[in-house]
Structure formats: C-alpha cells, structure tokens
C-alpha cells in the first residue's frame, strides 16, 4: 500500500469535485486505483452537491431540505426546496414543525 502525498490527495480532491466520472479520471491522472481514489474520498470526508432533481432547479442558500421519498425502497432524492424562515434552518417552518412534533407515549 502505497501512501498518498499532499499532491496527489490535491489533485484527486480537485478531480473528485469537477468530475462526474471522477475514479477513472483520477485512476488515470495519479496511477491509482478506483478503489483506492473512492477510499480516499470516503475517508477525507469529501461532499459532492447533489445533482438536481429532474425537471426541480438546483436552489442554493436557504431551501428546506425535507426529502420527498414517497416509497422507502426506491427514493426519488426530491427535497422540499421551499425557502426556509431563517439562516442555517434545515427545512421551511411546516417541516420544521413535523421535525419536532412531540409523540406522547403509550400509557
């Protein structure tokens, strides 16, 4: 196993981050494997933005991110995207509301 340098892991971020198709463009950019290009990307963390829905614009900013998964055995990856009433808020005030319902117990 052969050690990543400063460089390369650079290189590979920058890569991971343009790149649709970003193992095999890195693999043959740095020499590595897929395998190894995609560990790395897992290990450091690195985030992708998520590709917009069809026919849904990609917002950025303040949208609520409420996933709209109607069937939990194929998600469609649709969020909400209504505008959200303050900065950092994860989702608009009707799902924030939802969020934190509180469900009495059984007696």
Request: proline share 7%; glycine share 6%.
């Given at each position: 196993?052969?050690?990543?340098?400063y460089a390369?892991?650079?290189?590979?971020?920058?890569?991971?981050?343009?790149?649709?198709?970003?193992?095999?463009?890195?693999?043959?950019?740095?020499?590595?494997?897929?395998?190894?290009?995609?560990?790395?990307?897992?290990?450091?963390?690195?985030?992708?933005?998520?590709?917009?829905?069809e026919?849904?614009?990609?917002r950025?900013?303040?949208?609520?991110?409420?996933?709209?998964?109607?069937?939990?055995?194929?998600?469609?990856?649709?969020?909400?995207?209504?505008?959200?009433?303050?900065?950092?808020?994860?989702?608009?005030?009707?799902?924030?509301?939802?969020?934190?319902?509180?469900?009495p117990?059984?007696?």
């Amino acid at each position: 196993m052969t050690r990543w340098t400063y460089a390369e892991e650079l290189r590979a971020k920058e890569i991971y981050l343009s790149s649709e198709n970003y193992a095999a463009e890195a693999e043959r950019a740095l020499g590595r494997s897929r395998n190894s290009v995609i560990s790395l990307a897992r290990r450091q963390n690195w985030m992708r933005p998520a590709p917009a829905a069809e026919g849904q614009p990609r917002r950025e900013g303040r949208c609520c991110r409420w996933p709209l998964w109607g069937d939990q055995g194929r998600p469609t990856h649709q969020y909400c995207d209504a505008a959200t009433d303050r900065p950092g808020a994860a989702y608009c005030p009707e799902h924030a509301a939802t969020a934190r319902r509180v469900i009495p117990k059984a007696a």
